[in-house]
């Protein structure tokens, strides 16, 4: 991505910069053209693939021709023309000017390829005009010969793929050497086939073979590669997954000097429960555990999350789906608002009543582009002063927003004004009982997308039909709970607020667009793309220049992946039920930072607005087989980082420097070491004694193998009576 990996520092959450459509009210006349005009800054002659976001926004400037001009640039409509049959601006069909007249978009093509025309205007000025290029998708058209041996180089015809443009050929999902490449219709890439090996006895595995190309990934063809039970080399990974007939490997000596990563899989997705690997005896065994799930205890946000499942499944009037928010005239600075806030933690919100909600005035201290902020007129004295409140205002209408509509999609405009609301209460603050572990900083609300409905449903009462997060407020003396000081609640609401912004257009996809159809995404995928999001919002502070921001909104994730990688077998990654332990979240977090190193961060796009949800949705998405996913991710944990000749870049994850961030401090002593340390066996060891342990499901268990001077090879066996695989890695 070309910045430089995050450096280790404190631990917290995220922000962004925001756009919406309006009906571009800017006074009865607008501007003068003899005064202003309207520029092209950038993004002017892109080319893109149909299907991907173009790489740079549209930046449009309305520039003063006369000094004296009295009327002001900022918050004036820029409005986007464009076939939105063929493209659609990410941030809405209009935005909003900001303080220095600039407005800015980015575009997401559609499946279509074509030439398009993007016009940018604004009421009496001369429009600008963009011209950009909306290629077909490459696509793998043969591969000659159709059967191939491991080393061999195939021939991999591909269709539309223009000259001189980068592309990758992948075999399942692992990336082929293009020894040389003729451009032309359709162009040839001669690629190198590489394969698994050690499977014991000759077999042929039929191999999806795919082309990348930047943010884009092809269909697939099949290739036939034969595997014959030939050595492990270094840097090889073999995946085998329990449920097809190849049940075993065969891991060379290699004269003693050996050595294997042995990770097995429990792969038992979305399915809450755990199970038994059994090591040793040159087997792995995998049987479902006669234990009780691990109990979870049920936190606020499972409440939030549960309620709004049973709220989509009510059959309930949403808010219309809308193309994008709709300007009106705001709500002036300093004017007054009531709002329903909830203040029970406890309450099943199905069954809420009017003792469950408080009914509090806010006035409003912030009115951005994209976004307003209201202050409950109950919070504490001596809390955020109007520089505090701008500050925190413009991080999330400037910087954070966008992040969350470039990546995401636009959430819904139920109130037509085109403008997220925030409102910070002490309310929230009394959600947190004194003394507890952790903090409620803030949340999101399905019920505020729903329209008043009291005799279908008598909790819709309290929607305050809009889109709106709730936040705390300093309490320094501690009146509503623990103190909290302003500078803690600074650093605390960015990340919350850029994570629920996330839920909040996820629902609009998942639920309102969908009708009585509707379901919010699952709970793992859900809160990793909320993370996802704290991540990308960091990028946008770093990008800024603000690089504490940025830290503070990196290294939550850290937190949380670091708790997740000192016992990983411990935590499933495909969680559905409660709302997601810190090590849970951690993992589904790395797990989807994973995802993009493979195929663009604008995938996230396409898991937030499609229909399918959770393990179907990732693998309708990516085009592979989850369990494939979830193995090589599993290797990559570990392998990253690492100098292993020949390992391929799939077992990576690019982004970060994770053994220089995520360090422990070993039992024994000594240096701090990488938080994920697998157990450590010999092949003597594990000829001659078994070991038992407890899994959760969709989890891995991390085995290092060495040869340690025994000359024997080790034939290895899977058994499984359940959903299951190994995936191993010869790195020496």
């Not at 493209?87 to 030439?115: K, M, N, Q, Y």
């Not at 840097?235 to 007939?245: A, M």
């Not at 999101?444 to 709730?470: C, H, K, M």
């Not at 993009?596 to 179907?616: C, K, M, S």
């Amino acid at each position: 991505m070309g910045r430089p990996r995050f450096v280790a520092k404190a631990l917290v959450l995220a922000l962004a910069i925001a756009a919406a459509a309006s009906c571009g009210d800017d006074g009865p006349t607008g501007l003068s053209p003899d005064q202003f005009e309207l520029i092209l800054v950038s993004g002017n002659g892109q080319t893109g693939l149909a299907g991907t976001v173009l790489s740079e926004p549209l930046v449009v400037q309305i520039r003063r021709i006369d000094p004296g001009a009295p009327q002001d640039i900022e918050d004036r409509a820029v409005s986007w023309d464009v076939d939105t049959l063929i493209a659609l601006p990410t941030r809405g069909l209009t935005v909003r000017t900001d303080e220095s007249g600039v407005a800015a978009t980015r575009i997401a093509l559609r499946d279509s390829a074509s030439d398009l025309v993007v016009r940018a205007t604004v009421r009496n000025l001369a429009p600008v005009t963009f011209t950009l290029t909306a290629l077909p998708g490459p696509a793998v058209s043969s591969i000659t010969p159709s059967t191939a041996d491991p080393g061999d180089t195939v021939e991999v015809r591909v269709s539309n793929l223009p000259a001189g443009m980068q592309a990758d050929v992948l075999f399942d999902g692992v990336e082929g050497e293009v020894v040389s490449r003729v451009d032309g219709s359709p162009a040839v890439l001669n690629t190198v086939v590489p394969a698994p090996a050690g499977v014991c006895g000759g077999t042929t595995q039929a191999v999806r073979v795919r082309v990348r190309v930047g943010g884009f990934t092809s269909g697939a063809q099949t290739l036939n590669v034969s595997v014959p039970a030939d050595p492990f080399e270094v840097g090889q990974v073999l995946v085998i997954e329990g449920t097809v007939d190849v049940q075993c490997a065969l891991l060379p000596a290699d004269g003693g000097t050996a050595k294997y990563l042995l990770v097995a899989l429990s792969a038992e997705f979305e399915q809450e429960g755990s199970f038994q690997v059994t090591l040793g005896s040159n087997s792995v065994t995998f049987a479902a555990a006669d234990v009780a799930p691990r109990a979870r205890p049920r936190s606020f946000h499972d409440r939030l999350r549960a309620f709004e499942r049973q709220l989509a499944a009510a059959g309930l009037a949403p808010a219309q789906p809308s193309p994008g928010p709709q300007r009106v005239a705001g709500p002036e600075l300093g004017s007054r608002r009531n709002f329903y806030v909830l203040n029970n933690v406890e309450v099943e919100l199905i069954d809420a009543t009017a003792d469950d909600f408080d009914r509090v005035t806010a006035t409003l201290r912030y009115v951005g582009v994209n976004s307003l902020l209201y202050i409950d007129e109950a919070a504490p004295a001596n809390g955020l002063t109007q520089q505090d409140i701008d500050r925190l205002g413009e991080i999330y209408d400037k910087q954070l927003l966008a992040v969350d509509l470039d990546f995401f999609g636009e959430p819904t405009d139920m109130d037509e004004n085109g403008r997220v609301v925030v409102l910070l209460s002490p309310t929230v603050n009394g959600l947190t009982e004194p003394d507890a572990e952790g903090v409620i900083v803030g949340f999101f609300l399905g019920l505020d997308l729903i329209e008043r409905q009291p005799d279908v449903l008598a909790v819709t009462r309290f929607s305050n039909e809009a889109e709106l997060f709730y936040g705390l407020v300093p309490d320094p003396t501690g009146e509503f709970s623990d103190p909290r000081s302003k500078e803690r609640v600074i650093e605390l609401l960015p990340g919350v607020m850029v994570h629920e912004t996330q839920h909040m257009i996820s629902w609009r996809y998942k639920v309102t667009d969908r009708g009585q159809q509707g379901e919010p995404e699952t709970l793992w995928l859900s809160e990793g793309m909320a993370h996802m999001a704290e991540e990308l919002g960091g990028d946008a502070a770093y990008d800024a220049g603000d690089i504490d921001l940025a830290n503070d909104l990196y290294a939550s994730n850290f937190g949380r992946l670091l708790a997740y990688l000192e016992e990983p077998s411990a935590y499933s990654l495909t969680v559905t039920e409660g709302s997601g332990t810190l090590e849970e979240r951690g993992a589904a977090w790395v797990f989807l930072r994973w995802i993009a190193d493979q195929y663009g961060d604008f995938i996230f796009r396409d898991l937030t607005q499609t229909p399918e949800n959770g393990v179907a949705n990732v693998a309708a998405q990516t085009g592979e087989s989850f369990f494939r996913l979830f193995a090589d991710w599993a290797v990559a944990l570990w392998a990253e980082d690492q100098d292993i000749p020949g390992l391929a870049d799939r077992y990576q994850i690019p982004k970060w420097l994770m053994r220089d961030i995520l360090l422990v401090n070993p039992p024994g002593g000594g240096d701090p070491v990488y938080a994920l340390q697998p157990l450590q066996e010999t092949f003597a060891t594990f000829r001659s004694d078994s070991i038992s342990e407890f899994v959760a499901g969709s989890s891995p268990y991390y085995i290092e193998l060495d040869a340690d001077g025994d000359p024997q090879d080790l034939q290895l066996w899977l058994n499984a009576a359940i959903d299951v695989g190994l995936a191993i890695l010869r790195y020496e």
